[in-house]
């Protein structure tokens, strides 16, 4: 049975996911150009075959159902697109946007190499306008080796079943055109200072200068002019970013031919004591418990890609309805729509770096599980001691940390998940906390902890938990936990069910989840644990752990009875 989402049942091949896709940086000038693409597979060192194009909708991964293809990019094999447009050219320069392509990609238009880009989660661009004409062909060549190469690939496996999903290769997420005058603002770095009643902006560009203007529900509350790449903004009786109150500030900047639109939140994140002497997570310098989902941000029909801006809302909006505050973005970055959702409806996040390397099951699964400990340098079992895979991983870092750092939700960062490609952990974490010192730092989740980063971070789901003395020196948190399994007929493709506890009555596991957060969670508040997060936001594929369904048609529990059960962790944590 194909399964679909309400939103893959009625998309619109012919302009699928026309939103834009760079909130904090918008200008008028875009073109979308999802759609109807041509596509064929070639071996690497072939040109395509002007006979065998075949139709594929972008930007949705080759094999997924909404890209209307059932074929896999194999290693040794090239993936080919091509895209037939017409353009307006301008006096502007005209720039070539994807947010993601996976692996490897060159691309071409109108018979010229344009640049390439390597790693599969992070947006580029190229400045085309000495190439693009009224009538265009745009090519994309595409190499992945998923899990068999040097580069992240997340949940992704050639070989998939139990936890490990099917592929995506190719272009995933939006393929865009915009405009830019000389004078434009390139880039923009936002940081926060809610301690100091003050913004700091740091641009990139060619523009003689810059005026800013703050607005507040349409007031103005600050205006500025620079003719510098950097600028502070003080900002009088602040109103702070949280959780119940999700408060955004408009930005407006404008050079002498450029003017674009960005948001921020005044927030800090921060490890501070509560009345008890345990050390919690701080949202504003006030502790907070938070409580959150796994998310995977896998659907049936579109893979890695959500089949409609809707459907992104609707998800979060459940959550937030469940009473979560939090989402761990597990293993995979999303596109920075998603991010957006989370500023605006106080969805805090904590953000993994996608693992590569080699994984071994006994390694870094069963020995960790059993409490046998490693140590993360030079550590074939964790399957990253290749230099050249090492330089790849801060390769992509570097992307990833550049792309989200304005992000206002994103409160810590995931360098390593379960030991997967883990190394030198405790060099990385100090690495990322000289890039961004604003957010923490989950240095090794799950096992592997080489006492480094922000956080104890454990993973339990077979064995009570135990939670350290009061005075530690890095905050408690459950990272994962639950798993609980239940297949809803006719919402599954599921051949065969995975899970950590599985449940034929959907009565039965509501019972049982409600159990385990008030034995395992609520317990444990008072004695040092400071936010939990359950595994996991929806089913995927083989795992049907999830609180939705993989159609996100259904919720498996009761909404009303997990938000009261959240409502009873938040009251827990001494103010």
């Excluded at 345990?278 to 502790?287: G, Y």
Aim: net charge negative.
């Amino acid at each position: 049975m194909a399964l679909f989402t309400e939103w893959g049942e009625k998309l619109d091949r012919k302009a699928p996911l026309q939103e834009y896709p760079r909130m904090q940086l918008q200008r008028d000038s875009y073109t979308n150009l999802n759609g109807v693409w041509e596509y064929q597979i070639t071996e690497q060192n072939e040109d395509p075959d002007p006979a065998q194009w075949k139709k594929i909708i972008v930007p949705f991964a080759l094999g997924s159902k909404l890209s209307g293809t059932d074929e896999q990019l194999l290693p040794g094999k090239a993936l080919w697109y091509r895209k037939q447009f017409a353009y307006k050219p301008s006096y502007l320069h005209t720039w070539l946007n994807f947010e993601a392509v996976d692996q490897y990609c060159t691309i071409y238009m109108n018979g010229i190499e344009v640049g390439s880009h390597a790693g599969g989660y992070t947006p580029f661009g190229f400045d085309i306008s000495s190439m693009i004409k009224y009538q265009n062909s745009l090519m994309v060549r595409c190499i992945d080796d998923s899990d068999q190469g040097d580069y992240a690939y997340g949940k992704q496996k050639l070989e998939h079943s139990g936890m490990w999903y099917t592929p995506s290769s190719g272009i995933w997420q939006t393929v865009w055109l915009e405009d830019l005058s000389d004078g434009a603002v390139q880039d923009l770095k936002i940081t926060p200072d809610l301690n100091h009643s003050r913004v700091i902006f740091d641009l990139a560009g060619n523009f003689e200068q810059a005026q800013f203007i703050i607005s507040e529900n349409g007031r103005i509350v600050h205006r500025g002019i620079t003719t510098d790449l950097h600028y502070e903004a003080q900002i009088d009786h602040v109103h702070p970013w949280t959780v119940e109150d999700p408060f955004l500030y408009d930005v407006y900047i404008q050079t002498e031919d450029d003017v674009v639109k960005s948001y921020f939140g005044m927030r800090s994140f921060s490890a501070g004591h509560d009345q008890d002497g345990i050390l919690r997570f701080c949202l504003n310098n006030k502790p907070l418990f938070f409580s959150g989902l796994l998310d995977q941000g896998y659907t049936p029909d579109g893979l890695m890609t959500f089949p409609a801006d809707e459907a992104m809302i609707h998800e979060l909006t459940k959550i937030r309805e469940m009473g979560f505050n939090m989402l761990r973005k597990h293993v995979k970055v999303e596109s920075r729509r998603w991010y957006y959702h989370c500023d605006r409806m106080g969805i805090l996040v904590m953000q993994d770096i996608p693992n590569g390397g080699t994984y071994d099951y006994k390694w870094q699964s069963v020995m960790p599980t059993i409490g046998f400990m490693q140590d993360d340098h030079d550590n074939p079992k964790l399957g990253r001691t290749d230099e050249r895979k090492q330089k790849v991983y801060y390769e992509e870092l570097d992307g990833i940390l550049d792309t989200l750092y304005n992000c206002v939700s994103l409160f810590a960062w995931c360098p390593f998940n379960e030991g997967w490609g883990q190394f030198d952990s405790a060099e990385v974490t100090e690495y990322i906390r000289k890039y961004d010192s604003t957010r923490l730092i989950d240095s090794a989740s799950g096992w592997f902890d080489q006492g480094a980063g922000d956080f104890k971070s454990v993973h339990e789901y077979f064995v009570p938990l135990r939670v350290r003395p009061k005075n530690g020196n890095r905050i408690y948190i459950l990272s994962e936990f639950g798993g609980y399994s239940y297949i809803e007929k006719g919402h599954s493709e599921a051949q065969e069910l995975y899970g950590y506890r599985k449940f034929t009555e959907k009565l039965e596991l509501d019972a049982a989840i409600n159990r385990l957060y008030d034995r395992l969670i609520y317990r444990k508040i008072r004695k040092g644990l400071s936010g939990c997060i359950y595994t996991q936001v929806s089913d995927v594929e083989d795992e049907c752990n999830g609180l939705f369904t993989a159609d996100r048609k259904m919720i498996k529990i009761d909404e009303k009875k997990m938000r009261r059960m959240n409502e009873r962790l938040y009251r827990r944590i001494w103010k």
